[in-house]
């Protein structure tokens, strides 16, 4: 990890992606998700949770695959901005300023060593709850919705690597992003890393692709506040005759609950609760073996195979 890197990046921020069933995805986020829609622009749809304190998060824009249109960074200030772009730009990673969608504000668009697109930015539009979603207690940024999972605000990012380790350095030294597990093949490989620019256990991760693919999204995860409501949320996707592909049940790392379903343009989504915090500044990343990595230590129901091979968009293996 970079010194001068670490601290630049303040979250993971807006993301957008590309569905062939516009339609039926934004029914799910709304509906099923409880996520408000607050623009529909140039064809796209523009989405909030109520916790979010941007006008929107999640762009939902139609599209002949589904899969990652790009994700996002807010930085920590213009300065970092400007600094993270700086080191893009010195060490091979040029990209390109862009305007902001539905913001008035710059980004500035780059790929990760997978291909994946990624934006900065700082300038931003904050939430104006209008009248009948204004929260009682002002320090909230929305009323709270109650409606369907009632997702608070999205929690991480998973995405698929031909070289999981490549992605995990690239963060690391370029951003300061700090790593809390990692999966090591015997050949010295990575099968996985969990990385984050906060105390949460993971903003961040990537896992191996194990097909032809590349630049691939494994899936976006959205918080709720209890164990309970990722129980309900199965129950609302059991009604809904939405496919649950894995849980409820508990992760070995960062051991958050989860209930992973693919809303209907295909795209992997997970409702999660929990996870650890890391306080200590100075703690180093866990390196799992394969060998003790598939003892599973802890407790959760078996991840069926898709989980590890299924993303968006689809390839033939």
Do not use: C
């Not at 990624?118 to 009948?132: H, I, K, Q, S, V």
């Amino acid at each position: 990890m970079s010194d001068s890197s670490r601290h630049e990046l303040a979250h993971l921020g807006h993301h957008a992606l590309l569905t062939p069933k516009p339609d039926e995805t934004l029914a799910y986020f709304v509906d099923l998700l409880g996520m408000d829609e607050v623009a529909h622009h140039n064809g796209s749809h523009y989405l909030r949770s109520f916790g979010d304190y941007e006008r929107w998060s999640l762009k939902i824009t139609p599209a002949e695959h589904a899969g990652l249109e790009y994700a996002s960074w807010r930085t920590a200030s213009a300065a970092a901005l400007d600094r993270r772009v700086a080191w893009l730009e010195a060490n091979g990673h040029p990209g390109a300023w862009v305007d902001q969608d539905l913001n008035a504000g710059r980004e500035y668009e780059f790929r990760d060593p997978d291909g994946h697109a990624f934006r900065l930015y700082f300038d931003t539009e904050g939430y104006d709850a209008p009248e009948g979603k204004r929260p009682v207690i002002p320090v909230n940024f929305q009323a709270y919705v109650g409606r369907g999972a009632n997702v608070r605000h999205v929690d991480h990012l998973n995405l698929l690597a031909r070289d999981v380790r490549a992605n995990r350095e690239f963060w690391e030294r370029g951003f300061g992003l700090r790593t809390f597990e990692i999966i090591e093949l015997p050949d010295g490989a990575e099968a996985g890393a969990w990385m984050s620019a906060t105390i949460q256990g993971h903003e961040l991760i990537y896992t191996q692709e194990r097909t032809s693919g590349s630049g691939r999204l494994h899936h976006f995860a959205y918080l709720v506040d209890t164990r309970e409501e990722v129980l309900r949320a199965a129950e609302i996707f059991a009604d809904a005759r939405i496919y649950i592909e894995a849980g409820p049940s508990r992760h070995t790392a960062i051991q958050g609950f989860y209930l992973y379903t693919r809303e209907p343009g295909g795209n992997r989504i997970e409702v999660a609760n929990g996870g650890y915090l890391v306080f200590a500044p100075d703690r180093e990343p866990y390196v799992w073996t394969a060998e003790e990595w598939a003892t599973k230590p802890g407790w959760g129901a078996p991840i069926p195979p898709e989980f590890h091979i299924y993303g968006t968009p689809d390839v033939a293996q």
